[in-house]
């Protein structure tokens, strides 16, 4: 059966001392880290989600460990229901996300919940892309990862000009966002850049992000970084 118990049992045999100080340094404020990492999560997500009674690990509420919750949103992700029963178990997991790792691995294992229904989706994440919870809004913001594309690359860049909040983890998700439309549409992109009413500091991290980015060439890294705001 699966029982939170007896993944709990499982999660601390696979901990490892020295990950979870190296991990926990990149989480702060999360000190319930027992140093899995994500390849052993993932193995282990794939096969309870076989299981016929993986729900009974997603629908239980107390989670010691953040490795516990992270695990129950790789289980959503990869499990086999319908649409709607899927979009339910998402509700039912974006308020355990308060972290930008449990966040981002949650995201990205949503490709194919996105696939199932790309316009329900997107109506779907709107209430969170304008959210006031730090959290909710990067959800929301990292999902729009998914709709960088010919149909919504406009929406997405609308979008932008609209995102407010003061939160660091929200910001950041916002300026990986731009700087992944620039290298899928650096035209469209460069456009929005030059007339973006962006905060500044949520403006610079997204030019610095896509200087960063290994896709853009030096010629373009120069002028990118000529448009950088004084603070």
Same mark, same amino acid.
């Given at each position: 059966?699966?029982?939170?118990?007896?993944?709990?049992?499982?999660?601390?045999?696979?901990?490892?001392?020295? &990950?979870?100080?190296?991990? %926990? %340094?990149?989480?702060?404020?999360?000190?319930?880290?027992?140093?899995?990492?994500?390849?052993?999560?993932?193995?282990?997500?794939?096969?309870? $989600?076989?299981?016929?009674?993986?729900?009974?690990?997603?629908? $239980?509420?107390?989670?010691?460990?953040?490795?516990?919750?992270?695990?129950?949103?790789?289980?959503?992700?990869?499990?086999?229901?319908? #649409?709607?029963?899927?979009?339910?178990?998402? *509700?039912?997991?974006?308020?355990?996300? /308060?972290?930008?790792?449990?966040?981002?691995? #949650?995201?990205?294992?949503? *490709?194919?919940?996105?696939?199932?229904?790309?316009?329900?989706?997107?109506?779907?994440?709107?209430?969170?892309? @304008?959210? /006031?919870?730090?959290?909710?809004?990067?959800?929301?913001?990292?999902?729009?990862? !998914?709709?960088?594309?010919?149909? @919504?690359?406009?929406?997405?860049?609308? &979008?932008? /000009?609209? #995102?407010? !909040?003061?939160?660091? &983890? $929200?910001?950041?998700?916002?300026?990986?966002?731009?700087?992944?439309?620039?290298?899928?549409?650096?035209?469209?992109?460069?456009? @929005?850049?030059?007339? %973006?009413?962006? /905060?500044?500091?949520?403006?610079?991290? $997204?030019?610095? *992000?896509?200087?960063?980015?290994?896709?853009?060439?030096?010629?373009?890294?120069?002028?990118?970084?000529?448009?950088?705001?004084?603070?």
């Amino acid at each position: 059966m699966v029982t939170s118990e007896n993944i709990r049992k499982e999660l601390k045999t696979l901990a490892d001392a020295k &990950y979870k100080e190296f991990h %926990s %340094s990149l989480l702060p404020g999360t000190d319930n880290v027992l140093g899995v990492r994500i390849p052993q999560l993932r193995t282990m997500a794939k096969r309870i $989600a076989k299981e016929n009674d993986w729900h009974l690990f997603i629908n $239980a509420t107390e989670s010691n460990y953040y490795e516990e919750t992270m695990l129950q949103g790789m289980i959503i992700g990869l499990a086999k229901i319908n #649409f709607e029963e899927q979009m339910n178990y998402v *509700k039912m997991f974006i308020p355990r996300i /308060d972290n930008w790792a449990v966040c981002d691995i #949650f995201c990205g294992e949503l *490709k194919a919940f996105v696939k199932k229904g790309k316009g329900e989706v997107w109506l779907f994440i709107q209430p969170y892309l @304008y959210s /006031d919870k730090e959290f909710e809004k990067r959800f929301g913001i990292v999902m729009l990862l !998914h709709y960088i594309d010919e149909e @919504y690359i406009d929406r997405l860049l609308k &979008y932008a /000009d609209q #995102f407010e !909040h003061e939160a660091y &983890y $929200a910001r950041m998700a916002m300026a990986w966002v731009i700087s992944t439309c620039f290298v899928k549409f650096p035209d469209k992109t460069m456009e @929005y850049l030059k007339q %973006s009413k962006l /905060d500044t500091w949520t403006y610079n991290k $997204a030019l610095q *992000k896509t200087v960063e980015s290994l896709r853009v060439n030096k010629e373009t890294k120069l002028l990118i970084k000529s448009m950088k705001r004084k603070l």
